[in-house]
């Protein structure tokens, strides 16, 4: 029976490689922020699974984090913890890298010290985020890197230690360079689960307009549950190497909030340009958005939300996943928003009677 650590277990992918491990037999040990018992949410129905162990430490932590790996000694390690916010990454880019760049010298360090590189594989989880200002569409694993913020700098140092390490030290360690992946476990800072959430929640009469910044972005989005397979998948190779997940189309923010629109029986139409812009209700006719009214605003662009410096398009190519590993994504960004909005309609619909059985 294998064993694995997951860093990160308690965010949108470690909840579903916990899950896929699980599944497959592993006994899954969680590195867990001591600060983060209210956000375990994501893991709750997994905590009475005997092979399932929590673990309180932090990346930051380099002593802890040596003594786990010295106590466990995993056959394999995901390093998914990272500060994972773009945008926050411009506040706070000294604890970005902090985290994600000397977090990833502090795990590969202690697999090598213990001795236990000839045991454990390693998967670092890179991002498209280090292509950046995109020279040639679709990126793939040829593409070379220029990040645009202090995330993706961040991420691209610790995909560099990671190859190096393979190269100089010969661990078996690979990098994703996965492409953006969505569900209902997304944090609701992102903005796919904005727009949702927002939107589930307007269509209820519960909140107002839901603020956004940069409408023109273009992601290509994939199901998070896809990915964490391919996470799997990428260290039973013969060999280590690095590859690029992706779903190979892309779709602009705008397009996202007219299909979360249409999921809940809205039709929106766009006006005004640039931070004036705002997408109105132009019809209504589901009977879960009872709540909304025709020339109501749903969405209104909020100037304070552009990055200082954005990633205007990332459009991936997998077909080195596909060739080499049979990997293909199963849901398009189409279905996973319609996911999405079931699952926050859901959350809309019970916050809203619970509101309404509150006693006064
Ligand atoms: P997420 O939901 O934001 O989860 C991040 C995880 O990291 C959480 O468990 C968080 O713990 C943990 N964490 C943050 N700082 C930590 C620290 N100092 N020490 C220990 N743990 C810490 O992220 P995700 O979407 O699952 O992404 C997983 C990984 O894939 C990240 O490395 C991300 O950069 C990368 N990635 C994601 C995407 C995507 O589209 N989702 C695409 C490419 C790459 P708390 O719960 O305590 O906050
Ligand atoms: N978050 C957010 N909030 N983004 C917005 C908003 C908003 O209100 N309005 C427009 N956007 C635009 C952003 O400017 C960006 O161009 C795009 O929507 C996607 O933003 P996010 O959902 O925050 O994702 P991201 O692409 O910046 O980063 C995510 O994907 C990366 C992989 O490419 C994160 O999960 C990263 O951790 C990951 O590496």
């Known amino acids: 029976m294998k064993s694995a650590l997951i860093t990160g277990i308690t965010g949108q992918d470690g909840s579903y490689l916990a899950e896929d491990l699980l599944q497959r037999g592993y006994t899954v040990h969680g590195l867990v922020r001591p600060s983060s018992t209210r956000s375990r949410w994501r893991i709750d129905h997994l905590c009475s699974e005997e092979r399932l162990h929590l673990h309180e430490g932090d990346l930051t932590d380099g002593s802890r984090v040596t003594r786990l790996l010295a106590e466990l000694a995993p056959d394999e390690v995901y390093n ?141 989005w994939g199901h998070a549950r896809d990915y964490v397979r391919m996470q799997w998948q990428m260290l039973q190779q013969e060999v280590p190497e690095d590859f690029v997940i992706a779903t190979g189309t892309q779709h602009s923010v705008r397009e996202f909030v007219s299909w979360a629109g249409e999921d809940l029986g809205i039709s929106l139409s766009f006006e005004g340009k640039g931070s004036e812009e705002v997408a109105r209700v132009s019809s209504v006719t589901g009977e879960s958005a009872a709540h909304v009214v025709p020339g109501q605003v749903l969405v209104r662009v909020e100037p304070q939300l552009f990055r200082p410096t954005e990633v205007g398009s990332l459009c991936g190519d997998a077909s080195k996943a596909k060739r080499r590993l049979g990997w293909r994504p199963t849901v398009s960004a189409r279905q996973l928003c319609t996911e999405m909005v079931a699952a926050d309609l859901d959350l809309a619909l019970k916050e809203r009677f619970s509101q309404a059985s509150d006693p006064v």
């Open 80 to 220: 998914l913890a990272a500060q994972t916010h773009v945008a926050k990454s411009f506040e706070s880019p000294e604890l970005t890298a902090e985290v994600n760049a000397l977090g990833v010298v502090r795990l590969l360090s202690a697999i090598r010290t213990l001795g236990l590189g000839a045991r454990t594989r390693f998967y670092q989880a890179s991002t498209s985020e280090l292509f950046g200002a995109v020279p040639e569409s679709p990126q793939s694993e040829q593409t070379p890197f220029h990040p645009r913020s202090p995330y993706g700098a961040s991420k691209l140092h610790a995909h560099w230690v990671t190859v190096n390490s393979r190269e100089a030290h010969g661990l078996f360690a690979c990098c994703g360079i996965l492409f953006n992946h969505e569900s209902p476990r997304r944090g609701e800072e992102f903005v796919t689960r904005k727009i949702t959430r927002g939107l589930a929640r307007a269509s209820q009469g519960l909140q107002g307009a839901v603020p956004l910044g940069n409408l023109d972005a273009r992601r290509d």
